[in-house]
């Protein structure tokens, strides 16, 4: 065999059946990732046939998506803090998962979250696995290396009953992203930077390995968000290489590899990084030090532009819709547009390191009047370990609320949403049309510019609050 | 599932570029536990006059006339992108599209589409405006007819254009297979892999 990428190793190594001109290939699955949403109709097409799951060692279920970010201390309380619907997806999981042997981090785990915040936390996610959860944005945990991608839930149903997918091989695309980062330029506007330049179909079908010297000096939390929003590019999945920074990240991990399993893991991850001479079906060139901090403008994550600059002009009916669905103009720049919600959260920027950084803009600052400021850790342990580094006081010393973990405002699931026509800039992924709410006008930025549009009370360019 | 022959039925043109699943269904609308009863959450934003409301805006192409008997759906660029949420699929089948017809889709919504006995035809954009054009001109009449066992698409001025779908998709769509039902049979091959691997990565295997 030639040289090989990444993603054509990962690929090969999980062939149970080769894909023929008439076929799909047969993938096997090291790891499945299921929420209260999208597995329901999933466990009811297995007890409809009779079916049990294959690997319930291998399926790993959490809360996120519905679930109340105030905390649930009794489950006879979720009625109260949820609509009655949401509160029989939790229960429905709750007995699935106790009925078919599938281990569930609930309300009584201290390791619950975000799905896709969860598995990394925890080493399950690892490089050189074959990674499914029926949610788009699985692509996060390629930042390991590991081939993941979101499906559907009758594929959710097949995965529970075999342990494998139905796939066709995708085609590859590799980023090659060069240079370094300016202060105040995250990896979020890095990931922003990339969908504006290859647009929302721009990835569609392919595999992205995301490379260069300013994909390696990302830390493992950042790596993360870029993989994570390759969904919003169209594309299957997203991956980056393993190196010390990702082995580093998992030794230790309660769920990695131990002892001497740990070194023979290490010894396979090493080997998995893109052979010199790989081809790619296609590449695409980004200079990371020219990059600004990036805002969206309209309802996709495509339509995205460096803060200071204007919005621009589209030809289409679709694009002047999208304009007028956000209150947008061509020619003016979002800078200092008003704001009336702030979301920092999602399986995008919600982990310690996210939080960090909003901290270090509203410490010893106050949200701007009349904002509506949210702070949603991506899961129960970040959010301990931001309380014992005090963050939570610096939130709420700001005015912000600090609240359980879970998707939020996200997605707007679980009662927590923005007010029709209002301005909310948001570190989640997806600034669609009523995605955080009916109405709702969604702006994508980083930590650091949501923190600092909080304070300002409008979309502010975070440059201007940096310290030292 | 039901299977999928040929359809000679109304369309409605819906062409905007990159309507993503949270547009199909909204996720306040999915707050079920199964796959039904979501019908009536389709494009719930752009349907009905107020949110979470029922009363429908008159404007929107499914509130039309002949629209709503509509099977085939003519649409934009990368339809059915974003969220994974198969609901989409399931709320446009409830409702009665059986074929989609757009230059392009979303990879999830797509494989989604064809485990539930919807064609997604992939044609290109000028050729959906075409046929759009002529539908509007009279959508009671002027029918599209999608024949999957010729993978032909027939305009109603009777122009035809042929579209290509993966073997398998067009197999599992003809005889409406069930993928589920067919990986059971390669028990042994999955065994053997399972056992192979554990030697290779018992790490895997907790
Ligand atoms: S945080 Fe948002 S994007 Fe992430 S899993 Fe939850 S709903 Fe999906």
């Keep these: 065999m030639g040289a090989q990428s990444l993603f054509e190793k990962v690929w090969n190594d999980h062939i149970v059946a080769a894909e023929t001109s008439e076929t799909p290939a047969v993938l096997y699955i090291d790891l499945h990732l299921t929420h209260e949403v999208t597995s329901p109709e999933a466990f009811n097409?297995?007890?409809?046939?009779?079916?049990?799951?294959?690997?319930?060692?291998?399926t790993l279920a959490t809360l996120d998506h519905s679930t109340p970010t105030v905390p649930v201390k009794t489950?006879?309380?979720?009625?109260?803090?949820?609509?009655?619907?949401?509160?029989?997806?939790?229960?429905?999981?709750?007995?699935?998962?106790?009925?078919?042997?599938?281990?569930?981090?609930g309300f009584d785990s201290d390791q619950r979250g975000i799905v896709h915040v969860i598995g990394p936390e925890l080493g399950i996610t690892q490089p050189g696995k074959t990674i499914v959860c029926g949610d788009s944005h699985t692509s996060t945990h390629g930042a390991f290396g590991a081939l993941a991608f979101g499906i559907g839930t009758t594929e959710v149903a097949h995965v529970l009953a075999s342990q494998c997918l139905l796939q066709r091989k995708p085609k590859t695309l590799a980023v090659n992203v060069q240079g370094r980062l300016q202060p105040g330029v995250t990896a979020k506007d890095v990931i922003l930077a990339i969908i504006g330049r290859i647009g929302v179909g721009g990835g569609t079908g392919h595999v992205i390995e995301y490379r260069g010297s300013a994909i390696s000096a990302l830390s493992m939390d950042e790596r993360m968000t870029v993989c994570n929003m390759s969904i919003e590019a169209g594309a299957r999945a997203g991956m980056i290489a393993p190196d010390d920074t990702t082995i580093q990240y998992l030794s230790g991990r309660p769920l990695a590899p131990?002892?001497?399993?740990?070194?023979?893991?290490?010894?396979?991850?090493?080997?998995?990084?893109?052979?010199?001479?790989?081809?790619?079906?296609?590449?695409?060139?980004?200079?990371a030090s020219v990059l600004?901090?990036?805002?969206?403008?309209?309802?996709?994550?495509?339509?995205?532009?460096?803060?200071d600059q204007p919005v621009p002009a589209g030809e289409t009916a679709s694009f002047a819709k999208s304009l007028a669905y956000m209150g947008v103009e061509a020619g003016k720049p979002m800078l200092g547009r008003p704001v009336d919600v702030v979301f920092i959260g999602s399986c995008t920027n919600s982990r310690l390191s996210d939080l960090r950084d909003a901290a270090q803009v509203f410490r010893g600052r106050k949200v701007s009047a009349g904002v509506r400021a949210l702070v949603v850790p991506g899961s129960q342990a970040i959010k301990k370990q931001a309380e014992a580094e005090g963050l939570d006081q610096v939130f709420m010393a700001a005015g912000a609320e600090w609240r359980e973990s879970g998707c939020s405002m996200c997605l707007g699931m679980n009662g927590d949403t923005v007010g029709r026509g209002q301005l909310c800039v948001s570190t989640s992924n997806r600034n669609f049309e009523g995605r955080q709410g009916v109405g709702a006008r969604t702006v994508l930025a980083s930590p650091l510019t949501a923190a600092a549009s909080a304070v300002a009370g409008r979309v502010a360019d975070p440059r201007q609050y940096l310290r030292g | 599932?039901?299977?999928?022959?040929?359809?000679?039925?109304?369309?409605a043109p819906l062409l905007m570029i990159n309507v993503d699943t949270d547009a199909i269904i909204p996720s306040r609308e999915m707050k079920k536990v199964s796959k039904t009863g979501l019908a009536d959450g389709l494009f719930a934003a752009w349907r009905y006059t107020t949110p979470g409301g029922r009363e429908e805006n008159p404007d929107f192409v499914l509130n039309r006339g002949p629209y709503r008997q509509a099977k085939i759906l003519l649409a934009g660029l990368n339809f059915g992108c974003g969220s994974s949420r198969e609901h989409a699929a399931w709320a446009l089948h409830e409702w009665g599209v059986r074929a989609i017809l757009a230059p392009g889709f979303g990879n999830i919504f797509y494989g989604n589409c064809v485990r539930n006995g919807i064609v997604p035809v992939v044609i290109d954009n000028a050729r959906v405006e075409a046929i759009a054009a002529q539908v509007e001109r009279d959508p009671e009449r002027n029918r599209v007819t999608v024949d999957l066992r010729q993978n032909l698409v027939t305009a109603p001025d009777g122009s035809t254009t042929t579209f290509a779908l993966a073997p398998a998709d067009r197999e599992m769509l003809l005889e409406g297979l069930d993928a589920i039902a067919m990986t059971q049979k390669r028990d042994a091959e999955i065994l053997a892999f399972q056992a192979r691997d554990r030697e290779r990565r018992p790490w895997i295997y907790p």
Aim: net charge neutral.
């Design chain 1, 292 to 307: 600004a901090p990036m805002v969206t403008f309209g309802t996709n994550p495509g339509m995205v532009v460096p803060i």
């Design chain 2, 1 to 11: 599932m039901e299977k999928f022959t040929t359809l000679t039925a109304i369309a």
């Design chain 1, 45 to 58: 097409v297995l007890a409809a046939r009779g079916l049990a799951v294959r690997r319930p060692d291998l």
């Design chain 1, 258 to 287: 131990q002892g001497r399993d740990w070194e023979s893991a290490v010894r396979r991850w090493r080997a998995l990084p893109c052979d010199a001479g790989a081809r790619f079906d296609r590449e695409v060139d980004v200079d």
């Design chain 1, 75 to 105: 489950l006879k309380e979720l009625d109260l803090l949820v609509e009655s619907s949401a509160a029989t997806q939790i229960r429905v999981m709750i007995e699935n998962c106790a009925k078919l042997g599938i281990r569930l981090l």
